[in-house]
Every structure is written in structure tokens, then in C-alpha cells.
């Protein structure tokens, strides 16, 4: 009987945040106004203590000034990137964030187009190119795909927004890079049937290079 009701409480509670979330969406009225909370993205829901490995909490210093942010461990990747303000002043625990974790950054920078954000934390980008035939003496359109891992930093990140990665540690399986960088753009169709050429980054200019779109619509 009381796993009927807590269930019942669980589904309940998930039906009025997702009203709530569709409500803002279609009609732009505030929740909290509605007396709804919603959770976003970045906010975690986990029951266990989570903390950074590069945080010490039982200073007498922190018990003395009991602030309620307590404390924030955060870094600047270098190469150029600015960290988020999300992960300076965010609440969010990620041991896999290159911003603030112990995550080094080193090797290859690419840049390429998200096609997939299904995962949690973790995005698939997709990255175009050509292929000179030497017996045609013509060029042939390839593209391969890589998983990075996502920083819950980046909230707003779709399908079809431009993503800078790097290289990293094996995160997992599949994943050897994180994103740093998100552009926001809009692809009108299939973002899977669009052809995009990017220049490759140079460590030694100060100024990031800027990108070649080839847009192909067949």
C-alpha cells in the first residue's frame, strides 16, 4: 500500500512538471508564479553526497562564515576558451566537466555540427569532409561522427548547433573528448543531410579561425 501511494505522488509530481515546462514553452508564463517549481537542467536530483575531488569541506574557515554557496572549484581549459558562467556560479557536480573538474585538455581540436543529444551528458558530433579519388580526379563528400562528453554548463545545447570538442582522457568507452564550445545555429531540414566544412584550428593564432558552411539541401 505505501508503494502504491508513493508511486502515485511520483507520477503525479512528474505529470505537473512537465505541464508546467509545456506551459512556459507555448504561453510564456512563469511557473514559480503558478507555484510549480521547475527543475532545470543543470540543478541535480541525486540522494547520495556528491562533492569535488579538489574541494576540501571540512576547513574551520568554511564552518566559520556557513556560506550557503559553499565552496566552487573551477579552472580555464586555455587554448582560448572562456569558462561558462554556469560552471562558476552553477551548483552542479560533474567529475567528467573539463571546467570544473581535473580534466586536462590536450590533443586534437575539432570542430563540428551536433546531430545527436539523446544521451545524458553526452553528445554526438558530426564531422564532414572531402575525399580526392585519384582515378576520377574528383572529390567525394565523407563524414565521420564522435562522441564528447557534455557539461551540464552547456543547458541550452540542440541538435544542429555548431560544437567545438577536444580531446581528452578515455571518459568512458566511446568518449575521448569534451565540449568546450557551443554555437548556436539553426538548420532547417535534416541536419544529417547538410554538408559542412570547418578549418582546422591552429594552436599558435590567438583568434579562432572562422568556418566554411556548405549548405546541401539534396
Known amino acids: 500500500l505505501f508503494f502504491f501511494f508513493s508511486s502515485r505522488r511520483r507520477h503525479t509530481r512528474q505529470r505537473s512538471v512537465s505541464w508546467a515546462r509545456r506551459c512556459v514553452q507555448e504561453t510564456g508564463i512563469n511557473a514559480e508564479y503558478m507555484g510549480i517549481f521547475v ?4 540543478e541535480q536530483q541525486e540522494k547520495a553526497f556528491m562533492k569535488q575531488d579538489n574541494c576540501f569541506l571540512n576547513t574551520k574557515e568554511i564552518m566559520q562564515k556557513k556560506t550557503e554557496k559553499g565552496v566552487r572549484y573551477y579552472k580555464t581549459v586555455g587554448l582560448g576558451f572562456k569558462t561558462p558562467k554556469e560552471a ?3 551548483t552542479y557536480l560533474d567529475k567528467k566537466c573539463p571546467f570544473t573538474s581535473n580534466v586536462s585538455i590536450r590533443g586534437r ?3 563540428g555540427i551536433c546531430i545527436s543529444t539523446k544521451m545524458k551528458n553526452t553528445v554526438v558530433i558530426r564531422r564532414d569532409y572531402l575525399h580526392y579519388v585519384q582515378k576520377y580526379k574528383r572529390f567525394e563528400k565523407r563524414h565521420t561522427t564522435a562522441s564528447a562528453h557534455c557539461s551540464p554548463c552547456f543547458v541550452n545545447i540542440k541538435v544542429g548547433d555548431i560544437v567545438t570538442i577536444g580531446q581528452c582522457r578515455p571518459l568512458s568507452k566511446t568518449v575521448r573528448f ?6 548556436p545555429f539553426k538548420i532547417i531540414g535534416n541536419v544529417k543531410k547538410q554538408f559542412m566544412l570547418f578549418q582546422a584550428i591552429n594552436h599558435n593564432q590567438d583568434l579562432m579561425p572562422t568556418q566554411i558552411y556548405i549548405i546541401d539541401a539534396k
Do not use: P, S
Not at 527543475?39 to 543543470?42: F, G, I, L, N, Y
Open 39 to 42: 527543475v532545470k537542467m543543470a
Open 88 to 90: 562558476v556560479n552553477g
Open 109 to 111: 581540436i575539432l570542430k
Open 178 to 183: 569534451c565540449v568546450l564550445k557551443v554555437e
